[in-house]
């Protein structure tokens, strides 16, 4: 028999993985689309988070209304910042240009400025402590099942999460967006040829990636009932090892390494002190950049 | 002394005397402790953002860690002061070799990686080497901080002046700067930046790039730490905070709005980010967004930073290298 113990730390690990999963794939969809990493994507969660408790402190709407709120406002997030950080830096469509060094670090350091700026007028607007949350929405309600003890909200992170990658997964099998998406990741070139309108593409990609991250913020936000203007950095560094592990651009791989991710660093907790946490996800990025720079689950890809 | 001489050696006396007599007397009449602070502030962070330049705008590997090394220089030298009694004279070359060793080891394994993925690794070092400052406390006393109490002690004379620091930091940041210039307008300097343009054609040329790029590295995180150790005797107090990822991307920032490739420009970058949110200072502590400002608008406006790198090297051959100009006496091509 295993010990509760482990079981426990195990639910935790798979509330985490999801969470993570959430933003890897909104990383995962961007970077397959402009082939750039969008460092804001952490400031995106922050900013679910702040829409989701500012929502409870005006009206204290139901939670599925909280979720949708969250959600309109991850998309406008992701709209915005395409059009400010990115847009301004795709002048030339042709391959080179697009697959260019001095492209890629543009956007890089251009949404890396954006990140700071929204961090910090975050910080300006609500201070930089811990925002208070009405009680009664936390989601950590304790719920016994034998030996264990889980928490309502690991059960409602698991369930929003599998809901939200099965229509991830849905919308690009099946929708003519997950196609036009899937066609411009491949080739963009490519795909402009064909009469696809890749701007259109890459700016709902934007806003679908967006989405996924502002509701794992605000999900991790009433998770833990801390939301503070510096939460977005840390699950986005992890959600890019997740990226990086699953092989860039594989969204099932994304999803396997952010859970690998999360137990790792749940479990990590029983052989040292939590403070050294963070150190696991720095080494799993350090190991697959080194010895696995593939990816796990990746295709072959250029050199990294 | 021929005109040329006196030609090139004008703008090196120029800064010299600002830096030497000028500022000194400003600072004197002023006598004010927070001047003393933003200068020298402004004087290690040119230091940091030149050492940043060479191996991100000149040997073109990004990297987003810088703050780390920086901060394992100040850790080095404000543990050996105050731990173990080990003075300035010998704690500041052993923070600058002890960041040197660690970049040695960090960058074994991570050289092999180009463009976005290196980037990503030197973040993910800069935040382990920030977890170790901040969690091993036994050593590094965690976040309390660590404070040095001792002033810098030259060859047994202890220099504890506001004005004797100050000249200790402007001597040791003039010279490694000038180091760092001598290397970057060398051969060396065209060999590190054929790596930026292409490093597969570099290599197949015959230059060996991985060596040049971990030396580069090394060379950079050692002016890093010595950096470091400056920024622990000027301000006698430091803690993991000033060394997190914000710092190192207020470095980079300083290279990015100066230019990528210009060593003047860096400087320019890191007085423009220091003294600008100082001189706002009375809006509120607006630093980091202005810092994500200036980035922003540099990046979109003028992407090749306020000193791009063809003006820069056009503005050294002139000013610094005599070697270039129309001199019987000296070699007419090529850097010295």
């Known amino acids: 028999m295993i010990d509760p113990y482990y079981l426990q730390q195990l639910t935790i690990g798979i509330s985490l993985g999801m969470v993570y999963a959430l933003m890897a794939i909104g990383f995962t969809l961007i970077f397959g689309v402009l082939n750039v990493v969008n460092f804001a994507h952490g400031e995106v969660y922050t900013i679910g988070a702040f829409a989701g408790i500012m929502a409870i402190a005006a009206f204290g709407p139901p939670f599925l209304v909280i979720v949708f709120i969250v959600l309109a406002v991850g998309a406008l997030a992701g709209f915005g910042l395409e059009r400010l950080a990115f847009r301004p830096f795709r002048r030339f469509s042709d391959e080179a240009s697009l697959k260019s060094r001095a492209m890629r670090e543009a956007t890089l350091m251009s949404s890396l400025a954006m990140s700071i700026i929204a961090r910090e007028a975050m910080e300006l607007l609500f201070g930089s402590e811990f925002q208070t949350i009405d009680i009664s929405y936390l989601i950590n309600k304790p719920i016994e099942l034998g030996p264990v003890t889980i928490v309502n909200g690991d059960i409602i992170i698991f369930v929003v999460s599998v809901l939200m990658l099965g229509g991830l997964q849905w919308l690009l099998k099946y929708s003519s967006i997950g196609l036009s998406i899937r066609a411009v990741s491949n080739n963009p070139l490519g795909a402009k040829y064909v009469g696809i309108n890749t701007d259109r593409t890459i700016v709902l990609t934007f806003v679908i990636g967006s989405m996924m991250g502002a509701l794992a913020g605000i999900l991790v936000g009433l998770y833990y009932g801390a939301v503070f203007p510096s939460m977005g950095f840390i699950p986005g560094v992890k959600a890019f090892v997740a990226m990086v592990m699953g092989g860039l651009s594989s969204i099932p791989g994304a999803v396997i390494a952010a859970l690998v991710l999360g137990v790792a660093e749940s479990m990590s907790t029983t052989f040292v002190s939590s403070v050294w946490a963070d150190m696991v996800a720095y080494l799993f990025l350090i190991v697959t950049l080194v010895f696995f720079p593939q990816g796990l689950f990746g295709a072959r890809r250029e050199r990294v | ?336």
């Open chain 2, 1 to 336: 002394m021929s005109k040329d001489f006196i030609q090139s050696a004008g703008l090196k006396l120029v800064i010299l005397a600002v830096l030497f007599v000028a500022l000194p007397l400003l600072l004197v009449s002023l006598d004010k402790g927070y001047i003393y602070q933003v200068v020298m502030l402004a004087l290690i962070f040119s230091l940091l953002a030149v050492s940043l330049q060479l191996v991100t705008g000149i040997a073109g590997l990004l990297h987003l860690g810088h703050a780390a090394f920086y901060g394992v220089g100040a850790y080095i030298a404000a543990l050996a002061g105050a731990d173990y009694g080990i003075g300035f004279t010998l704690g500041l070359p052993l923070a600058g070799l002890g960041a040197a060793a660690i970049a040695f080891v960090v960058a074994l394994p991570t050289m092999r990686l180009v463009s976005i993925y290196f980037a990503v690794a030197t973040l993910g070092i800069g935040q382990m080497i920030f977890l170790v400052l901040q969690n091993w406390v036994e050593v590094t006393k965690g976040p309390n901080g660590v404070s040095l109490f001792s002033g810098i002690d030259l060859f047994g004379y202890t220099v504890d002046s506001e004005l004797g620091i100050y000249f200790v930091v402007a001597t040791i940041v003039c010279i490694s700067i000038w180091v760092i210039h001598r290397l970057s307008h060398s051969y060396y300097g065209n060999a590190l930046r054929s790596l930026r343009e292409d490093d597969q054609c570099a290599d197949a040329m015959g230059i060996n790039t991985v060596r040049l790029k971990i030396e580069s590295f090394m060379i950079s995180s050692f002016f890093a730490g010595i950096a470091g150790a400056l920024w622990a005797y000027t301000t006698g107090y430091i803690s993991p905070v000033d060394f997190d990822f914000a710092e190192s991307i207020l470095i980079l920032a300083m290279v990015v709005v100066g230019g990528l490739g210009s060593i003047p420009g860096a400087i320019i970058g890191a007085l423009l980010l220091i003294l600008l949110p100082e001189a706002l200072r009375g809006v509120g502590d607006m630093r980091n967004i202005i810092v994500g400002f200036v980035l922003f608008f540099s990046i979109l406006f003028l992407p090749k930073g306020l000193f791009g790198e063809v003006p820069a090297l056009n503005f050294i051959r002139r000013q610094m290298g005599a070697a270039w100009q129309d001199n019987p006496d000296k070699q007419k091509v090529g850097w010295k």
